[in-house]
């Protein structure tokens, strides 16, 4: 994300034996949960709808085209699970569903106050117990290391984010972890191949903004202790590139278990990832050894305009795409590249459609539909 930000919110320092609960304090060598690989089966798609009470009436209406975009495509794929901040929002996202002819079978909504869109980040994390079940990891979020403000320029909080994984949880009757006194982590800034591997830029975690003093090997344990990988594929990332510090999903992900997807050196430059990382990331290996298999897509042709012909002055990836279970939802911005790009990605799911979703707008706030989505594994 390309917003500047500042906030101000005491961060929680990391202490790897001082869990407040039970889940917190597992035996060291037990790898007590695994998270599902997105490709898998889900039950449904969380989205945070766009509101006016953090950034106002102009932001929320010029992004809720994207989010009915996003909820008719998914409704013939799954569950939509609609975050709505209070009654009133209901009944307006409502409202524009049905004027987009969109059937509410597959929708249901939940009335929580949220700060802002980014469910991928804040949201809930599912996994799967040592016994299969399916439990909801409630970690840390302060808002990418405390760095946003409102359309003020005060300040905003971001409270009402960081509880919606444990209000979710209690309303679907989910046992929930809570991970908040142990570590500050991002759903964006990692990434899961399924088969025991984990790949993230270390300036998203390993930063005092979020987790003061952690070392790598204190993250690796957290990260096999509760996401069940035991191979590591780390990116320098840069610290203050933008919001996120360089979160790994806007420009590498695990298309599935074997293949890496992401962009040729040329674009991977123009996308501000550094040389020393691009090579690291093309010798990346599972956790057998093997090499991955690359998916090359190219950036936008042009830099993004937004839907009012702002020009944002930089291009546009396509990496931040939603694996459903019969679509894929592909970052689309009214660009000579978006046929390129959605063909590209659609060779990799042979069983699901591509569906382009204009983000131009989403875009300006550095994401894309990756960043404001979150899966619930079926069970």
Known sequence: MNKSVVVIMTLLTFCGSCGKNEDQNPPETENRYTMPEESEKHEGTWLQWPHQYQYGVAYRNSLDPTWIAMTQALVTSEKVHIIAYNEAEKNRITGLLNSAGIPLTNVDFKIYKTDDVWIRDNGPIYVRDKNGNLVIQDWGFNAWGEKIDDQSGDPIQFTNCNSIPSKIGKDQNIKVVDINSIMINEGGSVEIDGKGTLMACKSSILNNNRNPGMTQAQAEELFSKYLGVTNFIWLDGQAGLELTDQHIDGFARFGNASTIVTMNTD?????????????????????NGNPYTFLKVPLTLHNVKKTDGTDLGYKGSYINYYIANNKILVPNYNDPNDAVANGIIQTLYPTRTVVGIDVRNLYENGGMVHCVTQQQPAN
């Open 267 to 287: 674009d991977l430059l123009d996308f501000d990832v550094k040389q020393s990382d691009i090579n690291k990331l093309f010798s990346a290996k599972d956790k």
